[in-house]
T-cell receptor
Framework: GAVVSQHPSRVICKSGTSVKIECRSLDFQATTMFWYRQFPKKSLMLMATSNEGSKATYEQGVEKDKFLINHASLTLSTLTVTSAHPEDSSFYIC???????????FGSGTQLSVL | GENVEQHPSTLSVQEGDSAVIKCTYSDSASNYFPWYKQELGKGPQLIIDIRSNVGEKKDQRIAVTLNKTAKHFSLHITETQPEDSAVYFCAASNSFQKLVFGTGTRLLVSP
């Protein structure tokens, strides 16, 4: 299947700082990428849909000013958690569709811990 | 909107046994049903998927069945192995790529 690379895999930061997470499609172009959040032993919650060259679409209840998404190229989307607080600690996962099919492939996730 | 329920939440089997995980969905417009396997600390891995115009699909030890009338779909794993131990998520989509996930099933295969 298609490869989606996500970095970093783990990040620890102080409260009030911003953290950027990168999601890259390595062997295909992705006009649309998705960002999810997952709490321990819980399911994946869609946060936003990232569209190349346009503004992201956020799900209800997700603060767009807190979670900034940029999709500047067909192979890269970034999620920036601004002014992070301990409650933002979570596992963040991106996904992208490989080619023209609907199959979604996921990155390896980023564990964010805010102290 | 779409709502996906998944059962059981945990499933323990002996190596070599079969495992079945069931999901139901609410939106009759959903037409794509993938299954993902997630190991601890990793992202979900697509293991099999099925479209609404197909009733069953197999890939070696894994199969998925779909009952559109009842809005049920199931994952079947035969001859389970310890490396099958993981959390499995079903999902449904009616809007091209925007998946709604089930709550997950933690599968434990004991040697």
């Amino acid at each position: 299947g298609a490869v989606v690379s996500q970095h970093p895999s783990r990040v620890i930061c102080k409260s009030g700082t911003s953290v950027k997470i990168e999601c890259r499609s390595l062997d295909f172009q992705a006009t649309t990428m998705f960002w999810y959040r997952q709490f321990p032993k819980k399911s994946l919650m869609l946060m936003a849909t990232s569209n190349e060259g346009s503004k992201a679409t956020y799900e209800q209840g997700v603060e767009k000013d807190k979670f900034l998404i940029n999709h500047a190229s067909l192979t890269l989307s970034t999620l920036t958690v601004t002014s992070a607080h301990p409650e933002d600690s979570s596992f963040y996962i991106c996904s992208a569709s490989g080619g023209t099919g609907e199959k979604l492939f996921f990155g390896s996730g980023t564990q964010l811990s805010v102290l | 909107g779409e709502n996906v329920e998944q059962h059981p939440s945990t499933l323990s089997v002996q190596e070599g046994d079969s495992a079945v995980i069931k999901c139901t969905y609410s939106d009759s417009a959903s037409n794509y049903f993938p299954w993902y396997k997630q190991e601890l600390g990793k992202g979900p891995q697509l293991i099999i998927d099925i479209r609404s115009n197909v009733g069953e699909k197999k890939d070696q030890r894994i199969a998925v069945t779909l009952n559109k009338t009842a809005k049920h779909f199931s994952l079947h794993i035969t001859e389970t192995q310890p490396e099958d131990s993981a959390v499995y998520f079903c999902a449904a989509s009616n809007s091209f790529q925007k998946l709604v996930f089930g709550t997950g099933t933690r599968l434990l295969v004991s040697p």
